[in-house]
């Protein structure tokens, strides 16, 4: 299986700063990677996927980098807003089986 | 469109009672389904997750079973609850291994 670790349960952050959280694993490198996001008491939301060839990927204010040496992602928010106050998961999938394997998150608050 | 529903939105049932939560999808075929549990402050714990009708399996032996009786049906049950059965519980689904597309959740507390 796979173990990954989210570095920050918490992360507190100006308005208008940007945003880095971090995903590292072990074991395994896996083919891609995801991160969603999970609003108090909602399912999460999908919202980037990163596949192993790929260095970096871009989504509106969105950002993530993925090194396979380092094997560790980050996620980037610029110019961050209060809405964007939520927890952040990143998944892996499950080399070759038919699930993925989520981290704990790191729950963002975008202070105004 | 795609869309998945969970429901009961949140349950409370007393310890030892049965447990039957149903999650279903519309707007694809054959989809992968799969439950998860979140424990307060935790993350994600898959339980099960089934890439066809009758085709479950599991990843955490408890006292929870699933059952995916039609395509894109899937249930989760439990013949006796226990008071760490607590938690939210998470039904998604995927057209292949890569995103999955998560339902609205059931918050279940078990006293």
């Known amino acids: 299986s796979q173990k990954i670790e989210q570095n920050s349960e918490a992360l507190n952050i100006q308005e208008g700063k940007t945003a880095t959280l971090t995903c590292n694993y072990t074991?395994?490198?896996?083919?891609?990677l995801q991160w969603y996001r999970q609003d108090p008491g909602r399912g999460p939301v999908f919202l980037l996927l990163i596949r192993e060839n790929e260095k970096e990927k871009r989504k509106e204010r969105l950002k993530v980098t993925f090194d396979t040496t380092l094997k560790q992602s980050l996620f980037h928010i610029t110019a961050s807003q209060p809405a964007d106050s939520a927890t952040y998961l990143c998944?892996?999938?499950?080399?070759?089986?038919?699930?993925?394997?989520f981290g704990t998150g790191t729950r963002l608050t975008v202070i105004p | 469109s795609q869309t998945i529903h969970q429901w009961p939105a949140t349950l409370v049932q007393p310890v030892g009672s049965p447990l039957s939560l149903e999650c279903t999808v519309e707007?694809?075929?054959?989809?992968?389904l799969y439950w998860y549990r979140q424990a307060a402050g935790r993350g994600l714990q898959l339980l099960f997750y089934?890439?066809?009708?009758?085709?479950i399996s599991s990843e955490v032996p408890q006292n929870l079973s699933a059952s995916r009786p039609q395509d894109r049906q899937f249930i989760l049950s439990s013949k006796k609850l226990l008071l760490s059965d607590s938690g939210f519980y998470l039904c998604a689904w995927s057209s292949t291994t890569d995103t999955q597309y998560f339902g609205p959740g059931t918050r279940l507390t078990v006293l």
């Open positions: 089934s890439v066809g009708i009758g085709q």
């Open positions: 074991n395994y490198s896996p083919a891609y």
């Open positions: 707007g694809t075929s054959n989809p992968n």
């Open positions: 998944a892996l999938d499950g080399a070759g089986a038919n699930n993925l394997f």
